[in-house]
């Protein structure tokens, strides 16, 4: 808190926040005007750090609505702004672009039932947060964090960018602008979406917390699509019990969304976040670290850390024993990481700023081939004002504006166009059925099963892939800083620790993560986004 009983909005908590609008010290329409002030300062001015793409023009006047309602049990969120990634539909005067030159005029006909429930929850829809175009699916070695219509969204402790404006250290991706956001204090929490690695990686490289849900804890319906088989979204946000908070309000069924069917959650996951964590939270606990040196062929997420990754793990694992931990250290079986036979397709790139040009890079076939199917599906049912009726549309757009649309190309989308479209495919089907295989049965499952474990630990994104395959979760927390990109020096930038599960275990990750989070936090504010006086809420 700030001298005289202001609020720091860049660093406050949900919690925090809750309670300030509770106690009557702030209102909904001061806490937007503070964050609308830092997104002028720090976003459009200062560091320029392109994280927010579209402001809503309704936010103040939704702010100015929820100014008398306090945060309650049925709306716990009343009077706090909230982000959300540009591929979140919402039914108003707000476009939903997906980053892309194609969908610059496209609105959604309805919301999303994610921002429905965010909305009942009493939310202020603060707006759309910049992305990697089409969530990373478009183009081979698409920088993080850009998109065609976005442009470059910029890491907020290092903000510098190459000579060609791509940044030195990257923001993650592709829910960029959302962990960006999050990480420099310009709104209380933003909501993004992962397929494999999009909440995770981002999460890692700005130092904020995620929680990459099970899929069908929360609704896809309104979500512009990767693949079915692994999107979903989740929080991003500064604490691990503000993701708790968040995931209070998301996760419920959805008749529209057939993966919501088999939905487990708890009445309250902020119930596992024990006040006496340290004692509780991490005591007997079994943690895989899959990392055996002995095995050097099979040490797949360790093996090639850098020195201060290593060492950030490292104090990690001991902060995690000296809590009461069991470690167990043996690498995940060769099918888990590598993937089986048949899962895999090359697609030739041809992005002109690619180190590979014109060199086959290989892509997964389920999400390649449902990408066609969900797009389609989407683009028909959900949204309006666009010519884009389907994806062959956008691929034809982007070919007649290549100058402006196509910097990086579009070859995973002509890979994808170039499939029926009806998932009728034996390759897809082989595919679908191996990556299940492989990360359960033969990966996760195995490995989580012979040494009786309740999570793996991961650093930063590493784990990703393994776990979106399998649809599993992931709780991510800040946990140290590293420096270097591809072999040269640069600025500290932080890592995350990831702690992954099987299928429904959020409370479990979420009490390791919470109790980790209290014995070493180490999430800091980005040097160059301090306080703004003028724009703290009075």
């Keep these: 808190m700030a001298a005289e009983g202001n609020l720091s909005v860049e660093n406050a908590s949900l919690a925090e926040l809750q309670q300030a609008l509770g106690d009557g010290r702030t209102t909904a329409s001061a806490l937007t005007r503070a964050y609308l002030a830092r997104i002028a300062a720090y976003d459009r001015a200062g560091p320029r750090l392109n994280a927010v793409r579209e402001i809503n023009p309704d936010a103040l006047a939704s702010a100015a609505s929820l100014d008398r309602i306090k945060p309650s049990l049925r709306q716990p969120l009343a ?21 892309s030159l194609a969908l610059a005029e496209a609105r959604a006909r309805r919301d999303a039932a994610l921002v429905a429930r965010l909305r009942a929850a009493g939310a202020v829809i603060l707006g759309k947060a910049n992305l990697t175009e089409f969530a990373n699916i478009i183009a081979i070695d698409m920088p993080a964090g850009y998109s065609s219509l976005g442009g470059q969204v910029k890491n907020p402790h290092v903000p510098e960018l190459d000579d060609k404006g791509v940044p030195i250290v990257p923001p993650g991706g592709s829910s960029s602008g ?68 968040l995931l209070n309000v998301l996760a419920a069924p959805d008749p529209r969304d057939p993966a919501t069917a088999h939905l487990k959650r708890p009445a309250d996951y902020t119930s596992f976040l024990d006040a006496d964590g340290l004692a509780k939270g991490l005591s007997g606990a079994r943690i895989g670290v899959p990392s055996d040196p002995a095995d050097p062929a099979n040490d797949f997420y360790y093996g090639k850390l850098g020195m201060r990754a290593h060492a950030v793990m490292g104090q990690v694992i001991a902060t995690l024993e000296a809590q009461g931990a069991t470690i167990i250290r043996a690498n995940i079986p060769t099918a888990g990481w590598i993937g089986g036979p048949g899962t895999g397709m090359a697609i030739l790139n041809r992005n002109p700023e690619s180190k590979t040009r014109y060199e086959p890079e290989r892509a997964g076939i389920v999400s390649v081939y449902e990408l066609k199917h969900d797009l389609n599906a989407y683009l028909r049912d959900w949204l309006a004002g666009t010519d884009m009726h389907a994806m062959a549309d956008i691929i034809a757009f982007n070919a007649a504006h290549a100058d402006t649309a196509l910097r990086f190309g579009q070859d995973i989308f002509l890979a994808a166009e170039a499939t029926r479209g009806d998932l009728s495919e034996l390759e897809y089907v082989a595919a679908r059925a191996m990556d299940l295989r492989t990360s359960r049965a033969l990966g996760l499952d195995a490995h989580m099963d ?27 927390v800040p946990a140290g800083f590293v420096s270097g990109v591809a072999g040269k020096d640069t600025p500290d930038y932080p890592l995350g620790a990831t702690f992954a599960g099987r299928a429904w275990s959020e409370p479990v990750l979420l009490r390791l993560a919470y109790a980790f989070e209290q014995a070493s936090p180490a999430r800091q504010m980005p040097p160059g986004v301090p306080p703004l006086d003028a724009g703290r809420p009075q």
């Design 79 to 99: 009077g706090i702004p909230i982000l959300l990634k540009d591929n979140i539909a919402t039914g108003d005067r707000q476009h939903t672009t997906a980053g």
């Design 178 to 245: 959302s962990a960006v956001a999050v990480a420099a204090g310009l709104a209380a929490a933003a909501i993004g979406t992962e397929t494999s690695g999009s909440l995770l990686s981002p999460a890692s490289q700005n130092g904020v917390v995620t929680v990459k849900p099970t899929v069908g804890l929360i609704s896809r319906t309104g979500i512009l699509p990767i693949a079915h088989s692994q999107d979903t979204a989740g929080p991003l946000t500064r604490t691990v019990r503000d993701a708790a908070i």
């Design 450 to 476: 012979h040494h009786r474990l309740d999570a793996v630990l991961f650093p930063g994104a590493a784990g990703a892939a393994i776990a979106a395959k399998a649809g599993y979760p992931s709780v991510q």
